[in-house]
Nanobody, 121 residues
Framework: QVQLVESGGGLVQSGGSLRLSCAASGSIFRINAMGWYRQAPGKQRELVAS???????NYADSVKGRFTISRDNVKKTLYLQMNSLKPEDTAVYYCNAEIQERVGVRPNDYWGQGTQVTVSS
């Protein structure tokens, strides 16, 4: 059993900041890439940022310079620091991770339950 649990979402004014966390737990041998996705009502789920096990990062153009993705491999936790938030950042944010549960098995893709981020004007 593997679980990803997000936290840190909420309501913030335009220009404000939030930090999202995603804690992985359960049977985990190795966590490969991790990422944050978001989905607004009526829109496709989109990649916000990703980070490899080695720390290489990738960001959507819309969040470059404002968001920072990081991970703590000891705590098995993923973070997203969100600064200079805009109303268009409003969405449900989902944590994603590729996890190998034990040796000899292929890794699987896991998703968190999502956390709501609402940015008011």
């Amino acid at each position: 059993q593997v679980q990803l649990v997000e936290s840190g979402g909420g309501l913030v004014q335009s220009g404000g900041s939030l930090r999202l966390s995603c804690a992985a737990s359960g049977s985990i041998f190795r966590i490969n890439a991790m990422g944050w996705y978001r989905q607004a009502p009526g829109k496709q789920r989109e990649l916000v940022a990703s980070i490899t096990n080695g720390g290489y990062t990738n960001y959507a153009d819309s969040v470059k310079g404002r968001f920072t993705i990081s991970r703590d491999n000891v705590k098995k936790t993923l973070y997203l620091q969100m600064n200079s938030l805009k109303p268009e950042d409003t969405a449900v944010y989902y944590c994603n991770a590729e996890i190998q549960e034990r040796v000899g098995v292929r890794p699987n893709d896991y998703w968190g339950q999502g956390t709501q981020v609402t940015v008011s004007s």
